[in-house]
Each structure stands twice: as C-alpha cells, then as structure tokens.
C-alpha cells in the first residue's frame, strides 16, 4: 500500500489539513515586483517551518498571494496568518524600503482581512453523505 504522504500522524492524531490563504497588499496597491514575491515565499515558508506547517504552494501578483499551507490540529489559523503577515511586511519593507515607500506608507503592508479556506480531502457532498450512512446502532 502506497501511503499518502499529505497524512501526517501526531501524539494522538492523524490529520491531514490544508487552507488556501490570501493577502491583499493595503489599498490593493500594486506593490510587489517578481523579486519581491520571490522573497515573500522565502519568509513566509520560514514562518510556517515555525509552526511545524508546510507552505505547499505559493504564487502572486501585484497586489496578493495566494498560499496553500498543510498545517496541524494544534496551529490555529488566526495565529499563523498573523506571524505569516507579519513577519513577511516587516522584513519586505526592511529590504525593499525605497519600493515599497512608494506604494504604501504608514507602516502597513498588507490589508487588515485576509481569505482562509479549507481545502483538501474529500468533497463536501462525499462527507455528508458518508456521515448519513454511518450504522447507528438501535434503540
């Protein structure tokens, strides 16, 4: 039998969790050039090494990213979207300041939302229906 290699086993759990993440730069101003983006992958595959999470996938344009980040139980997401924010503007307006000044100022980098998403395993309609079919036992 071939393992899955997105399922990962803890202490006391077997999970296997993704979210699809995006951050919109503050006014969705077009701030990031290829380097930038480049760099911002680099932090942030750092942060989610910090919270024993994997960045499986990162990509952007001018104005956001989009991440898909496979992460445990135990990580809340609110926290890891925090550090990820976080950390990513201040070393980005640390090695690109000139840039970014010209773009965003005040000391923000990204909007204050964000999406999350849950992704991964199977489709909702799978899951309901193999809840509804479960033997509950009589009486």
């Known amino acids: 039998m071939d393992p899955n290699p ?4 803890g202490r006391h759990v077997v999970y296997n969790v993704h979210a699809h993440l995006v ?3 503050k006014y969705r101003r077009k701030a990031f050039t290829d380097v930038m983006l480049t760099r911002c992958e680099e932090v942030m595959r750092e942060v989610c090494t910090d919270f024993e999470a994997e960045l499986k996938q990162f990509n ?13 139980p135990k990580v809340q997401v609110s926290k890891l ?9 201040r070393r980005l307006r640390q090695e690109y300041d000139a840039h970014v000044r010209r773009y965003l100022w005040g000391g923000h980098f990204w909007s204050g939302s964000y999406f999350a998403g849950s992704c991964g395993g199977a489709p ?16």
């Open 60 to 72: 952007g344009e001018q104005d956001h990213v989009h991440l898909l980040v496979h992460y445990p």
């Open 23 to 25: 951050f919109v730069t």
């Open 124 to 139: 909702l309609t799978v899951v309901k229906q193999y809840i509804e079919n479960q033997q509950r036992p009589a009486g």
């Open 81 to 89: 979207v925090n550090s990820l924010k976080g950390v990513s503007s």
């Open 6 to 9: 997105d399922l990962r086993t």
